[in-house]
């Protein structure tokens, strides 16, 4: 069966990075996309970014440009999310998501809470 | 930039049906796509191309969609159908994705 295994939750302090993964199985890792969703405590769900795995081609939030990146590791199956200077405002869980581009999510990490504190 | 207007609550009791609507000036070029959340929970797709049954959601989820408005309908709602309900399109414009504000179910 598909699933979306993400690392565990960080605490962070204001400024640094901090690099979510997920790590897939269950399906053809490069016949699909991965989509990273954000949601800060009693928020909506926030949409970050998009890797294809299949030729590295990258879609960013517009207001997440230039903070964050998605890479992936085909060698072994996981996709990587990293976010730089961070603020209390990332303080969030972050989610990976299955998806091609343009189309639905349809499997989804557990989450990653993400604690950005001094 | 490009937004999905949803209202913030809907009540509705037991049996009843309860509508989720969902508004965006481009949404009439793109699919809709609808998420359940519960509390702790990553969301759950219910809905995709504007009114596609995922394989284990209940026949009582349904979709539609009519011009620039997309509408969730649950049929017959059931206590565990409370949840939080995002929807999502994609904006080729930007090769963005963009979600509704949520939309909080009751089930009275």
């Known amino acids: 069966q598909v699933q979306l295994v993400q690392s565990g939750d960080e605490v962070k302090k204001p400024g640094a990075s901090v690099k979510v993964s997920c790590k897939a199985s269950?399906?053809?890792?490069?016949?699909?996309?991965l989509s990273w969703v954000r949601q800060a405590p009693g928020q909506g769900l926030e949409w970050m970014g998009w890797?294809?795995?299949?030729?590295?081609?990258?879609n960013y939030a517009q207001t997440l440009q230039g903070r964050v990146t998605l890479t992936t590791d085909t060698s072994t199956s996981t996709v990587y999310m990293e976010l730089r200077s961070l603020t209390s405002d990332d303080t969030a869980v972050y989610y990976c998501?299955?998806?091609?581009?343009?189309?639905?999510?349809?499997?989804w990490g557990q989450g990653t809470l993400v604690t950005v504190s001094s | 930039s490009y937004e999905l207007t949803q209202p913030p609550s809907v009540s509705v009791s037991p049996g009843h049906t309860a509508s989720i609507t969902c508004s965006g000036d481009?949404?009439?070029?793109?699919?809709a796509f609808w998420y359940q959340q519960r509390p702790g929970q990553p969301p759950v797709l219910v809905i995709f191309?504007?009114?596609k049954r995922p394989s284990g959601i209940p026949e009582r989820f349904s979709g539609s969609k009519s011009g620039n408005t997309a509408t969730l309908t649950i049929s017959g709602t059931q206590a565990m159908d409370q949840a939080d309900y995002y929807c999502?399109?994609?904006?080729?414009?930007?090769?963005?994705?963009?979600f509704g504000a949520g939309t909080k179910v009751t089930v009275l």
């Open positions: 998501a299955r998806a091609k581009r343009g189309l639905e999510f349809d499997y």
């Open positions: 269950g399906y053809t890792f490069n016949n699909y996309g």
């Open positions: 890797i294809s795995i299949y030729n590295g081609q990258t």
């Open positions: 481009k949404l009439g070029d793109n699919f």
């Open positions: 191309q504007n009114n």
């Open positions: 999502q399109a994609w904006d080729s414009s930007t090769a963005n994705y963009v």
